[in-house]
């Protein structure tokens, strides 16, 4: 069982360099979402899709971009890499949002140099 | 400013005792969830409580959702070093944005 697949697992950038960071699914579901995770403030969410073609904001979504071709995938995008994007980022995805369970990819960590 | 605060941040016990970490809002969810996070993974659910006043119980944890649906609690009787972890609550508003807590840190000593 597959579940949430994130990639790459660690990567570092320089400032100003753009990156994606991959996310897929196998388990059919519509809602997916980034977050990104720092010491002392726990998951805050980027960007979320509540299906292909849909996608929206989330509480820190300045820096990042998305999009929403295929149900399975969820790529998020940094188009200028910066210090403050250092972070742990994680997928996720549910059959909803507020009611089912969010299965979370390993993460993905990020330095920005 | 976090929607949601934990407290305490970090918690150290001994194998054998008991503990409550606490989730607090001044908002209104729908349902609140609990994620334990152990290092270089995912959250993983434990919980969700949708109702004001729910008790859920999952062997020794029990869970509680508020009255006002406004907090929550986590207490977890006999602590064992394979509860340590970050434990994480989450929780859903009008909409599809889902908000997590600040974490709380467990460790427990054998």
């Known amino acids: 069982n597959a579940g949430v697949t994130q990639t790459p697992k660690f990567q570092v950038l320089k400032t100003g360099q753009s990156m994606t960071l991959q996310c897929a699914q196998d388990?059919?579901?519509?809602?997916m979402s980034w977050y990104r995770q720092d010491p002392g403030m726990g998951l805050r969410l980027i960007h979320y899709s509540v299906g292909a073609g849909i996608t929206d904001q989330g509480e820190v979504p300045n820096g990042y971009n998305v999009s929403r071709s295929t149900t399975e995938d969820f790529p998020l995008r940094l188009l200028s890499a910066a210090p403050s994007q250092t972070s742990v980022y994680f997928c996720?995805?549910?059959?909803?949002?507020?009611?089912?369970?969010?299965?979370f990819g390993a993460g993905t960590r990020l330095s920005v140099l | 400013t976090q929607l949601l605060e934990q407290s305490p941040q970090f918690l150290s016990i001994q194998e054998g005792e008991n503990l409550t970490v606490y989730c607090n809002s001044s908002s209104v969810f729908s349902s609140l969830q609990w994620y334990r996070q152990e290092p270089g993974e995912g959250p993983v659910l434990l919980v969700t409580v949708v109702t004001g006043g729910e008790v859920k119980k999952l062997k020794r944890l029990t869970f509680q959702f508020g009255d006002a649906r406004k907090d929550s609690s986590l207490h977890i009787t006999a602590a064992q070093p394979g509860d340590t972890g970050l434990y994480l609550c989450?929780?859903?508003?009008?909409?599809?944005?889902?908000?997590f807590g600040t974490g709380t840190s467990l460790t427990v000593i054998p």
């Open positions: 996720a995805s549910s059959l909803h949002p507020r009611r089912d369970i969010q299965y």
């Open positions: 388990m059919n579901h519509e809602y």
């Open positions: 989450a929780g859903g508003r009008t909409g599809n944005q889902f908000y």
